[in-house]
């Protein structure tokens, strides 16, 4: 069982809806992250928290607007997004940004298609 | 910059054999981290070795060792005694401190009964 939640599994929508992707972890970590794994592609990070701190925006267009009301919690909040954004989203936590030795702990993802 | 780089997309493995998963990456930094995630199909990632730069010694975690050669930056993932359960895409990836972990293009590994 993971110790990072992420909701919903699945998600489908049209480009011009607005939809929230919610993450939770419940491991005590203070850095949270999203990523965004598209087919034939690394993994890519998109945003960085750290103890609530925006830390890393990786050239994230504006339809992704990131929230992180505490270090438990992290959102991704999508509008008008384009066919291209259809991928598995990831929320990942960590210990703290900064030192190399933490590992970070992965939710199951999102799968979400734009139609 | 980091730049991780896997040349394995696809491997094969008969089932209670060894396999190596090649990993070469590039930093400027004298601190990182590396580590080793697999996703089974059904997408998570899981965590499975970590091997630091200042480690003298290989990393090891039950059936997981991580063969680390500093001087040629490689940071290949041993698998011994393959399981059917194994059968899923492995990452490398590594971490400064100062940025959050950039991963490589992945390894499909398929173990054969």
């Known amino acids: 069982e993971t110790g990072v939640t992420q909701t919903p599994r699945h998600l489908v929508m049209g480009m011009t809806n607005k939809k929230s992707l919610k993450c939770e972890q419940h491991?005590?970590?203070?850095?949270m992250y999203w990523y965004k794994q598209s087919a034939k592609k690394p993994l890519e990070l998109m945003f960085v928290y750290n103890f609530k701190e925006q830390t890393e925006n990786n050239s994230v267009p504006s339809r992704f607007s990131p929230e992180c009301p505490n270090s438990s919690h992290l959102f991704l909040h999508l509008h008008t997004l384009q066919p291209e954004d259809s991928a598995l989203y990831l929320c990942?936590?960590?210990?703290?940004?900064?030192?190399?030795?933490?590992?970070?702990?992965f939710g199951d993802g999102t799968r979400l298609s734009i139609l | 910059a980091q730049k991780i780089t896997q040349t394995q997309p696809g491997m094969f493995v008969q089932e209670k054999e060894a396999v190596t998963l090649d990993c070469t990456y590039d930093?400027?930094?004298?601190?990182?981290?590396l580590f080793w995630y697999k996703q089974p199909s059904s997408g998570e990632m899981i965590f499975l070795i970590y091997q630091g730069s200042y480690d003298e010694q290989n990393a090891t975690e039950g059936r997981y060792s991580l063969n680390f050669q500093k001087a040629r930056k490689s940071a290949n993932l041993v698998i011994s005694a393959s399981q059917l359960g194994d059968s899923a895409m492995y990452f490398c990836a590594s971490d400064t401190g100062r940025r959050a972990l950039t991963f490589g293009s992945g390894t499909r590994l398929q173990v054969q009964p």
């Open positions: 930093t400027s930094d004298q601190s990182y981290g």
């Open positions: 491991l005590g970590h203070n850095a």
């Open positions: 990942a936590s960590s210990q703290e940004k900064g030192y190399s030795n933490q590992p970070q702990h």
